[in-house]
């Protein structure tokens, strides 16, 4: 498959790539600087530099793609911090750009818990919202939103892991739950899981138009 990475520079994004390639996908990683993956050197791998916020410039790049894969973000904010409006910033022009370029399939990045529902973690609800990420998770909660409302015609699936560690896979299937959390989760999961996660998605419809929670299988 022809897979568009957007992020690709990022922790996550890097490992998307690299597991991307390895299963002999040709990826396309659109990124603000080309230098950030100058130490990956594959000929299945192109990188293009590219505007996140302008779909013309993003759907140039995305034809023939069949899927788009995003591990894009930002600077988490904190209490009192201005408001973040990122990911529905990215996720409009993304989402314009593939009906233009006709490609159907997303696969991107959330997180756990970014809409406020009944029965939310109280670590959550009591600590993370209020002193660190619910900027964050406001911004995530509104791509959700617009996806579920405004896309019913694009095949995606947002992928929400727990807290991202830079350790290497466990080499085991991840637990996946359709939702916002993963219940008595261990609240940690490896970047290289979580992209083993997304490039298995690509062709499994059974995750079309889904929330699927990630978290470490114990």
């Not at 991307?20 to 993956?37: F, Q, S, T, Y």
């Not at 900027?135 to 896309?151: G, P, Q, R």
């Not at 947002?158 to 830079?166: F, G, M, N, Q, R």
């Amino acid at each position: 498959m022809k897979i568009a990475v957007l992020g690709a520079t990022g922790p996550t994004g890097i490992q998307v790539v690299e597991e991307a390639l390895e299963r002999g996908h040709d990826v396309i990683a659109l990124v603000r600087n080309p230098d950030g993956l100058s130490d990956i050197k594959n000929e299945k791998l192109q990188v293009q530099k590219a505007n996140i916020f302008k779909e013309s410039d993003l759907s140039t790049h995305l034809e023939g793609c069949d899927a788009v894969l995003s591990c894009l973000g930002c600077q988490p904010g904190c209490m009192g911090c201005k408001r973040i409006t990122f990911y529905e910033d990215t996720i409009k022009p993304i989402t314009s750009a593939m009906r233009i370029a006709n490609t159907k399939r997303l696969v991107c990045m959330s997180s756990q818990c970014a809409k406020r529902i009944t029965g939310e973690p109280k670590i959550v609800t009591c600590f993370i919202r209020p002193c660190f990420f619910g900027n964050a998770l406001k911004s995530m909660s509104a791509m959700e939103t617009y996806l579920e409302e405004d896309c019913p015609d694009l095949d995606y699936t947002v992928v929400k892991p727990s807290e991202l560690a830079d350790d290497p896979s466990s080499g085991k299937p991840v637990t996946a739950v359709e939702g916002q959390w993963v219940p008595k989760g261990t609240l940690k999961i490896a970047r290289r899981d979580v992209a083993k996660f997304m490039v298995d998605c690509i062709g499994n419809s059974d995750w079309f138009k889904k929330f699927v929670a990630l978290d470490m299988t114990p």
